[in-house]
């Protein structure tokens, strides 16, 4: 009867166990069922995650890649998006108070509003070599005719007055133009006009924003185009991205390829249009005409001065917007094969820009040097690098410049021809511009901008007075 009794609670055990088995095995596998499903990607839980579109009338732009410009098609999907979302950047513009801005250009405001009518009587940027460095003049001006309809203009950006909507915040302050106006001492002007004054004010408004605040301003930018403009606010205001010539009297930590933008100078000599010259017609091999001497990385062009100006064919002489110099150098670069553009005190300058327009296929020597929209244009297509090292070695840059034949000349000179409006400021903008260019570079921009973003709010957790009385639970020793 024992045995019995034993051997019947045995195979009770062993179906009890079986039984247990088969549960939990039914719940783990169900478990991992809902868990897989609540873990799937669902598109529509990202903000902002079509890819950005850069369109003209519902048709895509031509896009700059790999010694060409191609018009990839879109797919019918994209085609079918509400017009509304067919911008390729949307940005938010602070109302700044007139005196950071158009006052600047001695406008008044009027009708309470702090922006001008910009359908009629838009006030006019200085001329001369102001103009070169006016850029947020011409961003300023397409991001408010972006809210008139029925201006004819690009659509690589619009404005939109919910900050929440945009994928950047734009400052504008004339910071190049406040530079101009105000570095020369004026014993007559009272201190609210020196633009010292003026960025730190403008520092104390946007750092007070609660929109700076928030993410300590990585999603704004400012364009500080002159290389003195910005000179104190830029230490202040750096965590945003910057709208600059070069990188030339920034620190990295501070401005850099990666966070900032490049953009081209407003070329001051007139473009060459209806340009029927060819190798054989013009007549100057290599043309350079401006400051010599300069300070900081500007000892080749003095170098170069004295190994060239003997060669018969060459003209490099000193030179300045004064005494009719933007006409000569104009005249000089229509009738030049090739144009040096040396590292003066900065990196760049925008003889590299009167260059292009001249369809004079640029030499650069600046080691320093970074340019505008890059990462889409191939620049050796239409211009020559060489290192400053070999160009100030004697016979080295002329010997260069003179095996370089008519047909490749031509070639250059051609492709020059293809990518001189992205070069050009003007207003209203048209498409591929240097209006839209510059806008679908800060576009680029924002996947990384917003990436930073993201991962600075990875440890930003802010406790709960229900959370503070919750305290951690130790492990068992040996939990694994």
């Known amino acids: 009867m024992g045995e019995r009794s034993k051997s019947f609670l045995g195979i009770i055990t062993c179906k009890s166990l079986f039984s247990l088995f088969t549960i939990a095995s039914i719940i783990f596998f169900l ?9 799937s990607i669902d598109g529509s839980l990202f903000t902002n995650s079509n890819p950005l579109l850069v369109v003209n009338n519902g048709n895509p732009e031509p896009r700059i890649r790999n010694h060409a410009i191609l018009n990839d098609s879109v797919e019918e999907e994209e085609a079918e998006l509400p017009q509304k979302n067919k911008a390729i950047l949307k940005v938010y513009m602070y109302d700044l108070p007139p005196e950071f801005h158009f006052e600047l250009l001695d406008w008044k405001a009027q ?10 009587n838009i006030p006019q940027y200085p001329g001369g070599l102001n103009l070169q460095h006016s850029i947020e003049y011409w961003l300023t001006l397409d991001l408010l005719a972006s809210e008139i309809s029925n201006i004819p203009r690009a659509s690589s950006v619009i404005r939109v007055r919910n900050s929440t909507e ?7 302050f004339f910071a190049s133009l406040s530079y101009n106006k105000f570095s020369k001492k004026n014993p007559h002007k009272k201190k609210k006009g020196n633009d010292r004054a003026l960025q730190d004010r403008l520092v104390d408004y946007v750092t007070n924003q609660e929109l700076w605040k928030q993410y300590q301003g ?59 010259s060819d190798f054989d017609t013009r007549p100057t091999l290599l043309y350079f005409q401006g400051a010599i001497y300069r300070k900081d990385g500007g000892f080749a062009r003095q170098e170069l001065f004295y190994l060239l100006k003997d060669e018969k064919d060459v003209h490099f002489t000193f030179g300045s917007v004064q005494r009719n110099g933007i006409n000569k150098a104009t005249q000089g670069m229509h009738t030049s094969k090739f144009c040096l553009n040396i590292a003066g005190d900065t990196p760049s300058s925008n003889r590299l820009f009167d260059a292009i327009v001249s369809h004079c296929v640029p030499v650069i020597i600046s080691d320093e040097i970074e340019l505008p929209y890059e990462d889409v244009l191939d620049y050796s297509e239409f211009c020559i690098f060489i290192r400053t090292s070999d160009a100030v070695k004697e016979h080295f840059l002329i010997n260069l410049i003179r095996s370089i034949k008519k047909d490749e000349w031509s ?8 990518v001189e409006d992205f070069f050009k400021f ?27 973003i993201h991962k600075s709010k990875r440890f930003y957790h802010i406790v709960t007075k229900k959370e503070q009385g919750l305290k951690s639970i130790p492990s068992p020793r040996n939990f694994w």
Do not use: C
Not at 112 to 120: F, I, L, R
Not at 440 to 452: I, Y
């Open 411 to 418: 070639r250059m000179r051609d492709r020059l021809k293809e």
């Open 31 to 39: 478990s991992w069922f809902f868990v897989l499903r609540s873990t």
């Open 218 to 276: 990585k999603n704004h930018f400012i364009v500080a185009h002159h290389p003195n403009s910005l000179l104190t606010a830029r230490m202040k205001l750096w965590q945003a991205t910057f709208i600059l010539s070069d990188f030339g009297r920034y620190p990295p930590n501070i401005a850099n390829v990666d966070k900032d933008v490049i953009a081209p100078y407003k070329h001051v000599i007139k473009s060459y249009v209806n340009d029927t």
């Open 426 to 452: 003007q207003y209203p903008s048209k498409e591929g511009d240097a209006v839209q260019m510059i806008w679908q570079a800060v576009a680029r921009k924002v996947p990384a901008m917003r990436l930073k």
């Open 111 to 120: 009708g309470g509003s702090v922006w001008p009518d910009v359908t009629k």
């Open 166 to 172: 945009a994928d950047f915040i734009f400052v504008p």
